[in-house]
């Protein structure tokens, strides 16, 4: 998502070999989190010799929330037991490091993280 981030024009599309050079990812587990994030919506595909992945919205407009949902919406769903002595105590505090990540995450959108991405060259 960084990548399409980062070549998002609204237009282009980028090939999922270059992504997968790019980004270190084995092609095949690319090609599967591409067609998850296209079921999900976050992405659209474009078959043929030109073809390839691109954003469906400006990265501006995606948080990382959504991205961690759409993926392992799992993740953050998970309730901690409650059982034992201690279990309360674990649980509250389990639920607000749970509360505090989604607030991060959504307060993070896509182009945030693309652009603090972005190598940066010294002289």
């Known amino acids: 998502m960084v990548h399409l981030a980062r070549k998002h024009d609204g237009q282009s599309v980028v090939r999922a070999d270059d992504i997968a050079e790019s ?9 599967q989190i591409l067609h998850e994030l296209k079921r999900t919506g976050l992405v659209t595909s474009r078959r043929g010799k030109t073809g390839g992945w691109r954003l469906t919205q400006a990265p ?28 309360a105590a674990v649980s509250k505090l389990w639920e ?19 652009t603090s991405a972005e190598p940066m060259f010294y002289i």
């Open 23 to 31: 980004e270190a990812i084995p092609p095949s587990f690319l090609a």
């Open 96 to 114: 607000e490091i749970r509360e505090s990540t989604r607030k991060i995450l959504a307060e993070s959108s896509l182009e945030s993280l693309a």
């Open 60 to 87: 501006a407009e995606i948080t990382l929330l959504t991205v961690v949902e759409a993926l392992e919406p799992e993740t953050l769903a998970q309730l901690p037991d409650t059982t034992g002595e201690s279990g």
